[in-house]
């Protein structure tokens, strides 16, 4: 089974200043790993995915996050944020192995609150 | 690609009152489709999933119960609400290709 913590409930920043939003997660075997982005009162729309490969992995919106194997942990990074993109970030994970459920494990989410 | 419906969009009932929320898929046949529940400040609670017509898997017992009378039909039910029901639900489909699960907009229920 899965776990995932995201370490932090809630995150000020400025605009135009840098952000990372935490990440950890907890397996026994290979892992599939997401982070998925939700504005007030919408679906969740995926940011970003690690399947396999490079570590760092470029997504929509200017967000990157790299996967650290050793650290367990999927961090979600942009170097400038704008207004619009105050929203609640969720970190997802689940077993690469194919078939049956795919189910994915969420964490708790992170709301990331740009300040003018 | 695949796009999500779900309705109604908003629903207030009275605790006690029967519910039944409606999710269809179009783009794609034969998907794995998820409920999920989103009360504040708690994330995203999987609620049921369905690899195929008929079949309902739960993960928390409740008062909820699920149906997928067709292929890209899912339904989510219940015959007396409680007020620790409201919150948002969503519901997804699984992008077999693209090894994700997309999300529909949501529907959000409040029990009074």
């Known amino acids: 089974a899965q776990s995932v913590t995201q370490l932090d409930s809630q995150v000020p920043v400025f605009e135009e200043a840098p952000v990372e939003l935490r990440c950890n997660y907890s397996s026994s075997v290979s892992v599939y790993l997401f982070w998925y982005v939700q504005y007030p009162n919408q679906g969740l729309q995926l940011l970003l995915k690690y399947l396999s490969g490079s570590t760092l992995v470029k997504g929509i919106n200017g967000f990157e996050a790299e996967f650290n194997k050793s650290q367990t942990s999927f961090h979600l990074r942009k170097p400038s944020v704008h207004i619009s993109d105050t929203a609640e970030y969720f970190c997802?994970?689940?077993?690469?192995?194919?078939?049956?459920?795919?189910?994915?494990?969420f964490g708790k989410g992170t709301k990331l609150t740009v300040n003018p | 690609s695949q796009t999500i419906h779900q309705w109604p969009a908003t629903l207030v009932q009275p605790v006690g009152s029967p519910l039944s929320l409606e999710c269809t898929v179009e783009g794609t046949s034969n998907p794995n489709l998820y409920w999920y529940r989103q009360a504040a400040g708690r994330g995203l609670q999987l609620l049921f999933y369905s690899v195929g017509i008929g079949q309902i898997s739960s993960e928390v017992p409740q008062n909820l119960s699920a149906s997928r009378p067709q292929d890209r039909q899912f339904i989510l039910s219940s015959k007396k609400l409680l007020l620790s029901d409201s919150g948002f639900y969503l519901c997804?489909?699984?992008?077999?290709?693209?090894?994700?699960?997309?999300f529909g907009p949501g529907t959000r229920l409040t029990v009074t």
């Open positions: 997802a994970v689940r077993g690469s192995k194919r078939g049956g459920s795919e189910k994915l494990v």
């Open positions: 997804a489909s699984y992008r077999g290709n693209l090894y994700e699960q997309y």
